[in-house]
């Protein structure tokens, strides 16, 4: 009798923890634009349950806090993947249920990786996705209890990139937005993010964006430590001096950007952890999160 009430508060237990995940939502359920139809072959993937690839049908699932903890702060999360899969998992659902904790509702986009196969234009494909998640979390703020001027966008790696973009590029539309709904999010969060495609860049991310031989212009375009202003939200960044696939100077030159421009925001940089940690640098006792979530306060994006 013992053994099976352990069980059964194992399993409520374990059925709370997940219960505030709701499906996921298409992010276009009239038409996917800019796509071509996919090649036979072109199947999405997923590994281990929490790599995607060849993903066709972009959505995006909520992760709602306990009730009565909502604080109507929400958030966009982008995983990383070097723009050829998604790390769903630890750049992803991990991240949304540590937001939850702190009463912030929290989105995991399902973004689309560009492709020539299945788009007319790969290099606008995933802005257009993560354009659209900002979108829709604004159409549908009253709904999900979220106050619109507190919709923020994070994002780990290449998905880092593409948060970095949709924050520097929020001007140039790349959806439909009859309503002239705002795409500029309110702040953002970067971790260990792909920022340039100059002489630091990633190369796989660079190169699965924009291609082998991209024009100048286009490279500039989405070096997007030249595309800071004024008007790019507050920011913080987070990155691994030592880190071997995306160099820390990635970071330091949108830091540098921010300054020169006067956004604020914050940069921490840890002396070791590499690339890919996600929620837990196992190199220092120090947590990450913790120092974001005293900038989210600071900021008046979370309360005391």
Known sequence: MKKQFLIAMLLFATSSLFAQQEK???????????SKKAPADYVEKIEHGVSYSKVT?????PYFPEKGKANGTAIV???GGGYSHLAMGHEGADIA???NEYGVTAFVLKYRLPSDEIMQDKTIGPLQDAQRAIQMVRERAKEWGINPDKVGIIGFSAGGHLASTVITHFNKVVIDNPQNISVRPDFAIL??????FG????RGSRENLIGKNPSQELIDLYSNEKQVTP????????QAEDDKTVPVQNSLMFYEAMVKNGVKGELHIYQAGGHGFGLNNKTTKDYWFDRAVNWLKQNNFIGE
């Open 57 to 61: 049908d972009p959505t995006l699932t």
């Open 199 to 202: 002489e630091s860049a990633h």
């Open 97 to 99: 249920r540590k937001f």
């Open 77 to 79: 999360i982008c995983p």
């Open 191 to 196: 971790g260990y993010p792909v920022i340039t």
């Open 24 to 34: 996921p939502i298409p992010l276009y359920p009239k038409g996917i634009p800019n």
């Open 231 to 238: 008007q790019t939200p507050m920011t913080f960044i987070v």
